[in-house]
């Protein structure tokens, strides 16, 4: 009886949805191509199981969620076996079309800084503070305890700010 | 024991300024922050520290590749729609992505279903004519490769001349493949897409100080022009068109590169010479 609704909520919520899966799957891979692939293969995968989906609940999170078992699984290793490395946020932001304002030169300094992040670090910094999650949501996203997005997002801070480990 | 003698940690404190922390708690660090210095400084560094993560991911939203990744979608809806190809169905992402990669090699043989170049651009986002259109939707593909994505995978230069030849018999363009040489630039790959239920050939090279320049040919029935130049996201673009087909080159090479090349090539694709 779900099903229907699950499906028909899953293709009509997509296409406003694919900006934000890619910018996850940049997070994630820090590769353009792979983000790409794994927006591709978040679509295919959702939409054969569309039917798991409770239309009313956060279209956002149920994607996320698929991307992120999709890259763990699947296109992580085989990613870092290619030895894929840091992606430029120069080349990520290059392309925008609109001449390089005060604005984008600022987000590639400040995307070129968060993306140099240690993965586990770099994906709680962007749940939290970019995708607005709260410690609680984001703790569930990556099935890790609160206590763990917390020293994440402390060491992260510390490091953005300069600073050496707790000032204790 | 005295609560100031239990360290505050990083974490805390983060959860402090991030409003994560409950009234009690939250009470418990202001009060402590009233009274420490060094803590308060610590608390200061940590949020004035912080870069505008919200802001600069915001923008990395406006970069995204909208063109290619509906059409993705649209293929993906058509892949999984009851009785769609079996063949596609049952695949793992990491099989598509490694399909997609294949693809990338400028393996055209075998069947591979062409990518299929979204016409939402053409359509839906821009309202341009479809003339300029087509030099949207490329600008908006070609803006992604850099000198590493064609580095990355290189074919032989028998399978790129392979290649070659299949994709241009695709697109009904009966030139010898020779004649899309560039001078002093390698060609590195080619590829196969569908623009507008047209096949669309790519043709990307390597300009050692300019990165990568493509040369895209798409079929398309029109009024003959001699090479003009635009800019487009952020890329130069010279274009001509013979009565079959239309032609672009584009890259970040500066204009006059571009305006170079095409005067060279454009003749021997059977378009006009530029003016003058």
């Known amino acids: 009886m779900m099903s229907e609704d699950g499906l028909e909520a899953v293709r009509s919520g997509l296409p406003a949805q694919l900006a934000s899966l890619w910018r996850y799957g940049i997070v994630l891979s820090r590769h353009r191509q792979t983000a790409e692939d794994l927006v591709q293969a978040t679509c295919v995968r959702a939409l054969e199981r569309g039917a798991q989906f409770t239309a009313g609940t956060r279209l956002d999170r149920w994607l996320f969620a698929i991307m992120r078992s999709i890259w763990l699984n699947d296109l992580r290793a085989a990613r870092v076996r290619q030895g894929g490395g840091l992606v430029d946020a120069d080349d990520v932001l290059v392309f925008d079309g609109i001449t390089h304002t005060e604005t984008n030169i600022l987000a590639r300094q400040v995307l070129s800084e968060v993306q140099k992040l240690p993965e586990a670090q770099r994906e709680t910094v962007f749940l939290v503070y970019a995708e607005g999650m709260s410690y609680a949501e984001a703790a569930q996203a990556l099935s890790i305890p609160i206590g763990t997005v917390m020293s994440r997002l402390a060491a992260a801070r510390a490091k953005l700010a300069g600073l050496g480990g707790d000032g204790v | ?276």
């Open chain 2, 1 to 276: 024991m005295n609560e100031d003698q239990v360290p505050l940690r990083d974490e805390t404190l983060v959860a402090y300024i991030d409003g994560e922390l409950g009234a009690e708690e939250r009470a418990s660090v202001e009060a402590r922050l009233s009274r420490e210095t060094a803590l308060r400084e610590r608390c200061e560094r940590l949020r004035l520290g912080m870069p505008p993560v919200a802001e600069a991911y915001g923008a990395l939203l406006t970069a995204a590749p909208m063109a290619r990744l509906q059409a993705g979608l649209a293929s993906a809806i058509a892949t999984t729609a009851p009785g769609a190809r079996p063949g596609w169905k049952g695949l793992r992402p990491a099989a598509i992505a490694a399909g997609l990669a294949l693809f990338a090699l400028g393996t055209l043989a075998g069947g591979v279903a062409p990518t299929v170049w979204s016409s939402f651009v053409a359509t839906d986002q821009t309202g341009e004519a479809g003339e300029e259109a087509w030099r949207d939707a490329v600008a908006d593909y070609v803006g992604l490769t850099t000198s590493q994505t064609l580095l990355a995978m290189r074919p032989s230069s028998d399978q790129l001349l392979t290649d070659l030849r299949r994709a241009l018999a695709k697109a009904d363009v009966t030139i010898d493949p020779n004649a899309f040489r560039l001078p002093g630039r390698s060609l590195m790959r080619v590829e196969l897409y569908h623009y507008n239920n047209e096949p669309l050939v790519q043709l990307a090279f390597l300009d050692e100080e300019n990165g990568p320049i493509s040369l895209c040919i798409t079929k398309r029935a029109g009024p003959v022009e001699a090479p003009e130049s635009e800019r487009r996201k952020g890329m130069n673009i010279a274009y001509w068109s013979t009565p079959t087909h239309a032609f672009m080159l584009i890259g970040r090479a500066p204009d006059e590169v571009l305006q170079k090349l095409a005067a060279d090539v454009a003749p021997r694709t059977g378009g006009p010479a530029p003016p003058g």
